[in-house]
Structures are given as C-alpha cells and as structure tokens.
C-alpha cells in the first residue's frame, strides 16, 4: 500500500456490498367466497323441548297416579316441575360444555391475512438500516452538510486517470495539490526508480467504476476510501531496447484497487491519501 489510511492503515479496507436478492412475489390470495350463517333455533325452542320431554316423563312415572292428583286438583303439578327441571339440567349441561370448549379455541387469521409476529421474533429479524458507512458519511456532513457520497465518485475516476497518465509522464508536480505529502513522495521515489531502470509505463484504455465502502471522520479529518474495479491497458516497456518488461500490449489488466481520500474535516478539497491493491 502507497500512502496512510490513518488509523485504518493496519485494517483490510471494506469491498463492496452485494446487493440484496429480490424478496419472491406475494401469493395471490383468492379470497373466500362468505359462508351463509348457520341457522340458529329460536331461544323459546330448548325450554318448550324440555317441557315436553318432561311432560312425557312425567306421564309414564305419574301414570298411576293420576286419579289421586286429579282429585285434588293438582294433576299438571307433577309434569311442570318436571318439565322445569329437564331444562334446569340442560341448561347448565350445556354451559359447562362450553366452558370447557373456550380455552382450546384459537382465534384464526381472516382469509388471506398472515398472523402479526411477536414483538420477540420482530425484533431479531428486522434487518438494521445503519452501517459504519451511513455513520461516517453522517459524521463528515456534521461539517459539509451537502456532501454526497454519489457526487464525489466522479472526482475518484478523474483523479484515477490523472495519477496514471503521470506514470507516463513522469510529471509527479502535476498531482501535488490532489495528493497528500506522504503519498506524493512514495510517488517521486517510484518516478526515480523507473527512470533509473529507464523503464517507461504506458497505460490506455482506461475503463473503471468507483463505489464509496468507507467513510469516517478522525482527528479532525475526512476520511473517504472506495473500491475501483475495471479494467485498463497497461505495460512497461525497457526505453532503451523497446522490449516488453511487464504487462501486455493486447491484453486488458484486470482493476481492483482500494484509493482513499483525506481533508480537514469541513469545507476543503479532497487529496488522494493511499493506493492499495486488492
């Protein structure tokens, strides 16, 4: 690695998230055609049942002694408490049916509508919408409000660019206001080795795409590093002999690079701090 990420020097820089797959289509829910409610007897049909059926008990036990109640006059006595008690019975039997039948009962989802999940199960599987990224980004626009991630990716290729076009050149001046120190002097130092060699670097075809992976605030400065990925046309040539000492002239080289960007924390321009491959 050319030049200093700061504290994140040691630390292998972050690679591009993957994007999310496409959660499937909902089902198509068909919804149910409504059932005709269920015929309910009238609330006088159970007591008048149960008269009855006390009535026809009452005969076959009283049978016999008929001519004695009728005497006195209390013939139907016997057939309505009877009566009355056939309902009494039947009554709380069915009450105690029911209340034994409520603690099974589940209250079920309408057609077509899914169960709410529990607050527990909400909790661990809701994804978290914050990232280290989101959270440096907030802190740099703590002090440049407009700053924007997605704006300043046009500023990374064009420095790209300009940085390997002084590979051929040679002219490092050119890139002092948009490097760091410590940076620009790892570039002179590889400018006087390969004009010691008399190697010459040519590059062409530049096509890449950068996408911010980092961002944080330290110290007081502005810390921005993105992944470049693409591809580019790049050989070295002995300058003397002409012959082909690295690369090729046919065949595009694969870009994956790291390049990170400083400032003081504010309103200030960007420099080019370091160049790490991946």
């Keep these: 690695m050319l030049g200093s990420r700061g504290l994140r020097s040691h630390a292998a ?16 829910v068909v919804p149910r055609a409504p059932q005709p409610p269920a015929r309910r007897s009238p609330a006088w049909v159970g007591p008048l049942a149960g008269v009855a059926a006390g009535w026809l008990i009452s005969i076959a036990l009283f049978r016999g002694f008929r001519p004695e109640l009728e ?13 009355v008690a056939v309902v009494v019975f039947l009554t709380i039997l069915r009450r105690r049916r029911v ?6 009962r589940r209250p079920m989802p309408a057609p077509g509508v899914l ?24 802190d740099i626009r703590r ?11 046009g500023y990374i290729e064009m420095v790209f660019r300009a940085t390997h076009r002084v ?17 620009y002097g790892e570039l002179q130092a590889q400018r006087d080795r390969a004009a010691s060699l008399r190697h010459g670097s040519h590059v062409e075809q530049i096509e890449i795409r950068a996408e911010v992976t980092e961002a944080w605030h330290e110290h007081g400065r502005d810390y921005v590093t993105a992944f470049i990925d693409g591809s580019m046309l790049a050989y070295t040539v ?3 002999t002409g012959a082909l000492v690295a690369g090729s002239k046919t065949v595009l080289e694969k ?15 960007w420099m080019l701090s370091a160049i790490q491959t991946s």
């Design 71 to 83: 005497a006195t006059g209390l013939g139907l006595l016997p057939h309505v408490l009877l009566g």
């Design 255 to 269: 870009v994956e690079a790291f390049w990170t960007f400083t400032r003081p924390g504010g309103l200030n321009p």
């Design 167 to 183: 590979r051929m050149s040679r002219d490092v001046a050119s890139l002092r206001d948009r490097v760091t120190p410590e940076l």
């Design 99 to 104: 209340a034994l039948a409520l603690p099974a």
């Design 13 to 28: 820089p972050a690679r591009p998230v993957s994007a999310r797959p496409e959660p499937p289509p909902a089902p198509v």
């Design 143 to 153: 002090m440049d409000p407009k700053f924007d991630p997605a704006r300043f990716l």
């Design 238 to 240: 002995d300058e003397v």
């Design 115 to 138: 169960p709410a999940p529990s607050a527990e199960a909400t909790a661990t599987d809701r994804p978290s919408d914050g990232s280290s990224l989101d959270e440096g980004v907030s």
